[in-house]
């Protein structure tokens, strides 16, 4: 059983930065990659950035390249930190970030995950 917490959402104007946490506790996490997703309104939840669990590769959307950066602070095994850097904000980043985690593969897939977060509210002002 994984539980994750995100934190760090918030109100920012286009053109600025945000810092998402994702707090994950449970057993041996290290077998688990985790990952961003966000949700707008009205639209379906779609695939942010991975940091796959054996070699610490990530992977990030086009939308998000280049102005998101996704980092794991994995030096505790039972107690684990998911991090993204936000940078560069546009409105169209508004949304509910979550995270998730997973021991499969194919981590562009939201229906790979088997553990979520309740979600952190990003909203971007123009």
């Known amino acids: 059983q994984v539980q994750l917490v995100e934190s760090g959402g918030g109100l920012v104007q286009a053109g600025g930065s945000l810092r998402l946490s994702c707090a994950a506790s449970?057993?041996?996490?290290?077998?688990?990659?985790m990952a961003w997703f966000r949700q707008a309104p009205g639209k379906e939840r779609e695939f942010v950035a991975f940091?796959?669990?054996?070699?610490?590769?990530?992977?990030?959307?086009d939308s998000v390249k280049g102005r998101f950066t996704i980092s794991r602070d994995n030096t505790k095994d039972t107690l684990n930190t998911l991090y993204l850097h936000m940078d560069s904000l546009k409105p169209e980043d508004t949304a509910v970030y979550y995270c998730?985690?997973?021991?499969?593969?194919?981590?562009?897939?939201?229906?790979?995950?088997?553990?979520w977060g309740q979600g952190t509210q990003v909203t971007v002002s123009s």
């Open positions: 449970g057993r041996t996490l290290r077998v688990y990659s």
């Open positions: 940091m796959r669990r054996n070699d610490g590769k990530p992977g990030v959307a």
């Open positions: 998730a985690a997973t021991t499969g593969d194919r981590l562009y897939s939201e229906s790979r995950y088997d553990y």
